[in-house]
């Protein structure tokens, strides 16, 4: 049954670029969670606000339209501009900055100290403060998100490989979108892991996430650090919400892929930069395939509870994730 | 007692000069307990000098102040002959004042290398797009800044485990490597919390040697607490006692071995 066999591996491929975007998402996790140990729940929120405001800026929206019109009686809505995709995501990336900035400022500097669980109460809070104002900034209508990634099956792959299979077998289908989205994360997180292991900032990053006294008596700004991170998970969740958008459209769902990220998290560790890749990866696979194999005796839809019971099932045996730092209890 | 201003030349031919850090009448509360009251001492270029007294003295807050982690309620600190503002513990340690912690405060998950070279970090000046792009200057720097760094690991004789992760070093090691890392500063003034501390016999000759080897081939001013007072003695030029916060004594070994509130503090007087 060679069709079913390819069958088989095309499931695998497809599992393999949908656990990239988890990946994606949960790299952003690990970024603040390593550097302030801030569990930080926004982080959906922010791919989400990443995006509206990327399309925001592409289509020429107005901020805060609605707002200014119920105010003043006026009825504005576009500057009647179009910006290129490439300068709307530097623009992007620019507002993630001063995002990352005024959370330093205006919530986590007067929190420094506090309880882990206090802090993740206060990116609860941050979640739905960020909602409201994206909302309010670009109004809440679905929104397409197009800066030109290419869509849709790729039919060299599917013609390259159709010999492979019988009469019934026509090649891979695999969407180009998932494999541009798969070249990304990879640069992403090269870069990223450059950037952590060859310059100061990044040997500084490290020393933060490591210990703060330590960090502070040679000379590093906590602040600063902490706002360099939060850019950087800004920046990666701006990445996960123009994949994601192309995807379905920019709208509330979105925010929810920060659930997927969770046991992504758990198998992976939630200090462990490779760990939040393999860890995608290993869920994006094993929820496929699962479907695949054990779907159709069950009533399929696995995918909504696979990933959960794989999570679970990994802190039953090993509590820190696959790549995470032991746990050790001195006594 | 030293003269003020005037810079001597020791026994052992080390030059001490003028005064590079005064405390000028500093307390410091943490609500109602007085941790420090209305001390006032110098320490001079070059010199190495103890702070010792018994445990809860606040020789610790007293270092804590120095390097910025505490903000003292009253009183003055001077450096390099300017008043210095309220700072942050990192903008002390870009002034040139580098530390050690009583408890180790090392990064575990990097080696020995990486923990040294954060030592480096005041030094380097690239911004973070030249760092991000590895260009001219940032390579540059990096190269300079590894060289600096591996004579200070050589120095301090940890060349054998330059790689390996801190975490799994034994503690005598681990004292030496926040020493490099703190060294690798270059600091003018550099604060050692109890270096000695929970080390045996041996490791505590090999850091008495280490701390005098410093401050002799680097001419580094070091001020130490210690409450090993056999220790001090040997190591210090001056001393400052503290006790409860106040300070008994103030001078050179001898002196302050015979001062009698110092032998007070340390044996208990009999109050009749």
Do not use: C
């Not at chain 1, 929820?287 to 990994?314: C, D, I, K, M, S």
């Not at chain 2, 390579?139 to 600096?148: D, F, G, I, K, L």
């Not at chain 2, 300070?247 to 015979?258: A, H, L, N, Y």
């Amino acid at each position: 049954m060679p069709a079913d066999f390819y069958f088989a591996i095309e499931v695998i491929l497809n599992g393999l670029m949908a656990g990239v975007l988890y990946s994606l998402v949960a790299l952003g996790f690990v970024l603040i969670f390593k550097a302030s140990g801030i569990f930080n729940y926004a982080q959906g929120v922010m791919a989400l606000f990443a995006a509206m405001t990327l399309v925001g800026i592409m289509n020429g929206q107005v901020p805060f339209a609605h707002l200014f019109n119920a105010i003043f009686g006026t009825e504005i809505h576009y500057f009647g501009w179009q910006v290129p995709a490439l300068f709307a995501i530097l623009l992007t990336t620019l507002v993630m900055v001063v995002f990352a900035w005024a959370v330093q400022r205006y919530i986590f500097r007067h929190l420094v100290g506090q309880e882990p669980i206090i802090l993740f109460m206060a990116t609860i809070g941050l979640a739905y403060f960020l909602e409201g104002v994206g909302d309010l900034m670009w109004g809440s209508d679905i929104k397409t998100l197009d800066v030109g990634l290419p869509q849709g099956a790729s039919f060299w792959i599917e013609e390259q490989t159709a010999f492979l299979g019988g009469e019934d077998f026509f090649g891979f289908f695999i969407d180009q979108l998932d494999i541009v989205a798969a070249g990304v994360a990879i640069v992403l997180v090269a870069v990223l892991v450059a950037f952590s292991q060859y310059t100061k900032q990044g040997r500084a990053m490290r020393a933060v996430a490591d210990d703060h006294q330590a960090a502070l008596s040679v000379g590093i700004s906590l602040n600063y650090i902490w706002i360099l991170v939060w850019s950087l998970a800004g920046f990666v969740a701006l990445v996960a919400g123009i994949m994601w958008g192309a995807k379905s459209g920019v709208q509330f769902s979105l925010s929810l892929i920060a659930l997927k990220a969770l046991p992504v998290l758990m198998l992976g560790g939630f200090t462990s930069i490779p760990g939040a890749i393999v860890g995608g990866l290993i869920i994006g696979v094993g929820e496929q395939l699962f479907e695949f194999l054990v779907g159709p005796l069950v009533g399929g839809a696995t995918e909504n509870w696979f990933a959960y019971v794989l999570a679970l099932l990994v802190l039953v045996f090993r509590p820190q994730g696959l790549f995470g730092e032991r746990i050790i209890e001195r006594v | 007692m030293l003269d003020e201003m005037q810079s001597h030349v020791t026994e052992d031919g080390r030059t001490i000069g003028g005064v590079l850090m005064e405390m000028r009448n500093i307390t410091l509360r943490f609500g109602g307990v007085v941790a420090i009251k209305d001390i006032t001492f110098d320490i001079r270029e070059g010199e190495i000098r103890a702070i010792i007294g018994p445990n809860g003295a606040g020789k610790s807050s007293m270092l804590n102040v120095i390097s910025g982690f505490y903000h003292p309620q009253e009183g003055e600190v001077w450096f390099r002959g300017h008043k210095r503002p309220s700072m942050k513990p990192y903008q002390v340690a870009h002034q040139g004042i580098a530390r050690t912690f009583q408890n180790i405060a090392l990064f575990e998950g990097m080696s020995v290398l990486d923990n040294v070279m954060t030592g480096r970090l005041t030094h380097m000046k690239a911004g973070i797009f030249a760092q991000a792009l590895w260009k001219g200057r940032a390579e540059e720097e990096e190269v300079a800044n590894r060289e600096q760094v591996e004579k200070i690991i050589d120095f301090l004789e940890i060349q054998h485990i330059r790689k390996t992760p801190v975490g799994r070093l034994p503690y005598g090691l681990k004292k030496r490597v926040e020493l490099a890392r703190a060294l690798a500063a270059e600091p003018k003034l550099l604060l050692l919390d109890e270096p000695m501390a929970g080390m045996n016999v041996e490791e505590k000759e090999d850091m008495s040697r280490f701390i005098l080897d410093v401050n002799d081939e680097f001419g580094t001013t070091i001020a130490l607490i210690e409450h090993d007072m056999g220790v001090v003695m040997d190591l210090s030029d001056r001393v400052v006692v503290m006790d409860y916060g106040r300070k008994i004594g103030d001078g050179t070994p001898d002196e302050v071995r015979s001062n009698q509130d110092v032998i007070d503090a340390y044996l208990g007087v009999s109050h009749d």
